[in-house]
């Protein structure tokens, strides 16, 4: 995991494993603003996982969610307040 004071980087499967169980579907907006994928500047705030390991992350559209698919293994950046 890479951190500063206000990111960590890891994989999206790390947001399991580290607990033994699954997280929240969408992080708390009282201490994130969300997620970033790789080095993109879109913001996510929504997880849905599958079986495999894999999951659906989403963001807002003006009154649309919209869904984009993510192996396990992809990094993220959480974004805290």
Same mark, same amino acid.
């Given at each position: 995991?890479?951190?500063?004071?206000?990111?960590?980087?890891?994989?999206?499967?790390?947001?399991?494993?580290?607990?033994?169980?699954?997280?929240?579907?969408?992080?708390?907006?009282? &201490?994130?603003?969300? &997620?970033?994928?790789?080095?993109?500047?879109?913001?996510?705030?929504?997880?849905?996982?599958?079986?495999?390991?894999?999951?659906?992350?989403?963001?807002?559209?003006?009154?649309?969610?919209?869904?984009?698919?993510?192996?396990?293994?992809?990094?993220?950046?959480?974004?805290?307040?």
């Amino acid at each position: 995991m890479l951190a500063s004071s206000k990111t960590v980087t890891c994989k999206i499967s790390h947001l399991t494993s580290n607990t033994g169980k699954e997280c929240p579907s969408d992080l708390d907006e009282d &201490f994130h603003y969300g &997620f970033t994928v790789g080095k993109g500047k879109t913001m996510y705030w929504m997880i849905t996982w599958c079986r495999s390991g894999h999951c659906y992350i989403y963001k807002l559209e003006g009154q649309e969610l919209v869904r984009r698919y993510l192996k396990g293994d992809t990094l993220i950046t959480i974004h805290f307040k």
